[in-house]
């Protein structure tokens, strides 16, 4: 039988894994920025800046990205259009909803609450194609095919909660775009969830050297360097 190790804190014995886990726990509280996202009742990262509702290792890798001058659209707004504005990014997007589109319309927000005009207003934007092509909105399916028809060579479509649409899912698949799912958490949900990226295989933006949120800098190891 395995013993394992305890700890004692102020003279209190812990066991080794009730410490990891609240350690862990620690991390997405705080250097997540996941209490300060509940008590403001709005997503935002561990420096307390406005982020996308997606999970946190989706956002990690499109914030070390630099988006600026990008072309990009948005199915459905929110948080993430506070988020692209100051990406500094050519910024679409289409909004169904009075409210939401009431406090985002300045960010050059159509709004749409006919679907079929919703579905279609990616056709208007005066641009031959979008880098950037974000699907998070009332409609999904029916916006799979006008997102690709708009979407650059070397574009990228992102779909939240991909986990929750089957359906829509299934027709991004059809196409000839590489799928990467980042599971895990994000601001606000208590549930793992799912932030699908539909790459371009012609897709060459470089994330530069990615630190985790609540991840540590390190010196180089010496594995990472030639032996020859």
């Known amino acids: 039988m395995v013993i394992m190790p305890t700890y004692k804190i102020s003279g209190v014995e812990i066991p080794n894994e009730e410490l990891h886990f609240a350690y862990i726990t620690h991390k997405l509280r705080n250097e997540y920025g996941f209490i ?4 403001k009742n ?36 929110g948080f993430s259009t506070l988020w692209w504005a100051e990406k500094k990014v050519n910024y679409y997007g289409v909004e169904d909803n009075k409210e939401w589109y009431e406090r985002v319309k300045k960010f050059n927000v159509q709004y749409k609450p006919d679907y079929k005009e919703y579905i279609s207003s990616i056709y208007a934007a005066d641009v031959k194609g979008f880098d950037v092509i974000v699907i998070d909105g009332q409609v999904r399916f029916d916006c799979v095919k006008p997102a690709f028809d708009k979407l650059k060579n070397d574009g990228i479509i992102i779909f939240d909660n991909s986990d929750w649409h089957k359906e829509t899912k299934k027709e991004l698949d059809k196409y000839d775009l590489i ?5 895990g958490f994000k601001p606000l949900h208590i549930d793992s969830e799912t932030t699908s990226c539909y790459i371009s295989k012609e897709f060459n933006k470089k994330a530069k050297h990615i630190i985790p949120m609540a991840g540590t800098i390190r010196e180089q190891h010496e594995t990472d360097r030639t032996i020859l």
């Open 36 to 39: 300060e996202s509940s008590k």
């Open 42 to 77: 709005i997503p935002v990262n561990n420096k307390g800046e406005v982020m996308p509702m997606y999970t946190y290792p989706c956002y990690e890798w499109l914030n070390s990205i630099d988006w600026e001058g990008a072309n990009v659209f948005e199915y459905g707004t």
């Open 179 to 183: 799928p990467i799912h980042f599971h």
